[in-house]
């Protein structure tokens, strides 16, 4: 048995999505700075080490394309996403073909590209790319870490074969996922359902290989949309369930299929092993049960309590949970690999400014823990109430429309623009988001259950049409010119102007939702009318935002390249010339 002892900026326990990730940010954004990685899985992953959490949207997208420069990687090596597409049964003992779904989704490309990960091939390939990059990569386990006060350095004992080592430390991350080596060891986590929101959720998935693509769609679709629908991630929704279908390897066409399941409606012990699993589907989507027969199945997983959240993220001790290890709520609209991505940039920036001993290096780590915290607690929020109405098509549609406002409307704005790690920024946003999720979202959610109980039907909303709510809004729409002007460095693009518009279409979204399913009653309550006139009010404080925002920005260009390029340009002069490329002998 061999003790060594070796010294690192950074030690990240967990080379799953998170680790990889947040080693390269690191190595990417401070030159020179000494990271160490810890996971049991070899380097070279197999079919054993493939993990759900296929699907990105658009800030880890973005984060992986752009904070990661993997964008060329991401188009060679994974498949494209093609949206969100959600089907609800017309007639629950008949779900045979997509036919006999209603469904809302997906019509078009969408403007920021996304992608259907393999997992095990993207930790490979990265963690390859790390230790390229000069991080060390110890195959082995994590033991035990000493979490000692403030800046003291850290030990991190691990197992390598039979081997023990100590890794000291200046930062400890924790990346490992379920371990919870750090949630355990200061009881860190929140895993109580009452206080989840309610949610007590569990989640059974299968990897297949080669399906007959043709059961679920066969290409043709001249009049439907100009996307491919297998590409998408595809959600098929019940009562108090829904699944999910992604495609994650373009190569091997293999597919992941999985369930996420609300105790209290369906208990564990009825989708718990593979063939409960595939008689629920052969009950309740024969599509995918067809779909799967059709294949050569990889492997089947169930993990019966999937959410849980954290107390601290980053601890002034220096320690830092990130990716499982910190939250996961729940897989549908595939958020977790987002979170990682808000948490990941919170904990470089931190990092660096601790290394660079800067003077507010502690008050950053205050502003993004409070950050991170809160929206976990936004993206549990997102999940409240959906036992009750997943299943209930018109219902579940108005409220994927309602969320989708604020993804693309604010959201994705914010993260363009790097403003969830302004320090100014950030209180504005905690603000505006811990109001709407204890205030609008809450009696929202309530009506959702009252019209759920009523099965009222109030028509089905679709977030990617234009002809849903008024003036050709779609929730897809941007209120800034970020996209055509290239306005991706920080602070550039304008979230203002999003927050403004946004505030004033869920308004608007409000008043019908209420008129469709409570009348004159709905409008008139006294919440609905404190609702409308907060989220005006919201509006028109963005507004005044939004001119500070100009006037404080006035002269700076769009983007700095571009802008270089110009200048450059105003020198330029036609050359009518080519430069000589034939020698005496060619020309002989
Ligand atoms: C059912 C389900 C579906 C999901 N679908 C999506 C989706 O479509 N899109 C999305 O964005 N997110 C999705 N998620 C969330 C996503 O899976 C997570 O955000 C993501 O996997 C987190 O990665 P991670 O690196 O934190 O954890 P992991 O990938 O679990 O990595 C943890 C790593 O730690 C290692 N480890 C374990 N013990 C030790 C130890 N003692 N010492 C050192 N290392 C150790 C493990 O080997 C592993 O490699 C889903 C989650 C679930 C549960």
Partial sequence: MIHTESEYDVVIMGAGFAGVCQARHLMMKIPNIRVALVDPRPPQRTDKDLKVGESTIEIASLFLAKELGLREYLIENHAPKQGLNFHWAK????????????????????PIPSYQINR???????????????????????????????????????????????????HVIDAAGRRFIIGRKTDNLIVDPEDLMGLDTGAAWMRVRNVDRTLFHDGHDPLGATTSHYYATNHYFGQGHWIWMIPIDTETMDLSIGIIHHHNVLSAEQVNTREKFLGFLKANHTILSDIIESSEVVDFNYWGKLAHRSKTMFSTDNWYVIGDAAYILDAFYSYGTTTVALA????????????????????????YNEFNLAYAR?????????????????????RIYFEYMWWFGVQVPMYVGKWHLDMTFIPIFLKTLNSNVDGLF????????????????????????????????????????FLENAKIEPLRCNVFAGLK??????????????????????????????????????????????????????????NTEVEQMRQEFKSYHYQPKLQPWMTTTNQS
Wanted: glycine fraction near 8%; aromatic fraction near 10%.
């Fill in 378 to 398: 936004s993206v549990n929020c997102l999940y409240r109430g959906h036992a009750n109405q997943l299943g209930h098509a018109s219902i579940m549609s108005w």
């Fill in 120 to 170: 095990a091939k993207f930790e490979r390939d990265l963690l390859e790319m790390d230790r390229e990059m000069g991080a060390e990569f110890y195959h082995g386990q994590v033991v035990d870490v000493d979490l000692t006060p403030n800046d003291a350095l850290k030990t991190v004992e691990i197992k390598v074969g039979s081997d023990r080592l100590s890794l000291k430390a200046k």
């Fill in 344 to 367: 990941i940039e919170g904990v470089t920036e931190i990092i660096r400014a601790k290394l660079a001993k800067e003077a507010d290096a502690e008050q950053k780590r205050a502003a």
């Fill in 91 to 110: 007639d629950a003992a008949k779900t045979e073909t997509l036919d006999d779904y209603y469904h809302t989704g997906s019509n078009r490309q969408v």
């Fill in 442 to 481: 809450a009696d929202l959610c309530k009506q959702f259950d009252q019209l759920v109980e009523r099965d009222a039907n109030i028509g089905l909303m679709d977030c990617y049409r234009a002809d849903q709510l008024i003036g050709g809004y779609h929730t897809l729409k941007h209120f800034d010119d």
């Fill in 501 to 558: 518009q946004t505030c004033f279409y869920v308004a608007v979204w409000y008043v019908m939702f209420q008129w469709k399913g409570f009348g004159i009653a709905g409008i008139l309550r006294p919440q609905s009318i404190y609702h409308v006139l907060r989220l005006l009010g919201l509006s028109m404080q963005a507004t005044i935002g939004e001119l500070i925002y100009k006037s404080k920005t006035k002269g700076l260009s769009a």
